[in-house]
Nanobody, 122 residues
Framework: QVHLAESGGASVQTGGSLTLSCSAS????????MAWFRQAPGKGREGVAA????????HYGDDVNGRFTIARDNYKHTISLQMSSLKPEDTAMYYC???????????????WGQGTQVTVSS
């Protein structure tokens, strides 16, 4: 049974940095993607970053490209999201996901975590 658990969410000020972590117990499919999504109140779930084929390929959403970095540890079955130059519009619940059924940043994943809140204040 696959279980994803996020951690690291916090409240930070504009321009700050934060690292989120996700442990994926029971998940060993290196070929599929693992990804981070976010959802702000009243908005749809947005693809932030994805790591595919064991980390060989990475994908980023346009809004975070150059500011966020996804990393995947295939031995520990974890992914992380390093976020820098944070903006108030980055405020959202951040979700970890595994096993994509469509594009890497499409929210069609098999497994989801419960989410961790990131709040960026101006």
């Amino acid at each position: 049974q696959v279980h994803l658990a996020e951690s690291g969410g916090a409240s930070v000020q504009t321009g700050g940095s934060l690292t989120l972590s996700c442990s994926a117990s029971g998940y060993t499919n290196l070929k599929s993607c693992m990804a981070w999504f976010r959802q702000a109140p009243g908005k749809g779930r947005e693809g932030v970053a994805a790591s595919c084929t064991g980390g060989l390929y990475t994908h980023y959403g346009d809004d975070v490209n150059g500011r966020f970095t996804i990393a995947r540890d295939n031995y520990k079955h974890t992914i992380s999201l390093q976020m820098s130059s944070l903006k108030p519009e980055d405020t959202a619940m951040y979700y970890c996901a595994a096993e994509n059924r469509d594009g890497a940043l499409s929210p069609s994943y098999e497994y989801w975590g419960q989410g961790t809140q990131v709040t960026v204040s101006s």
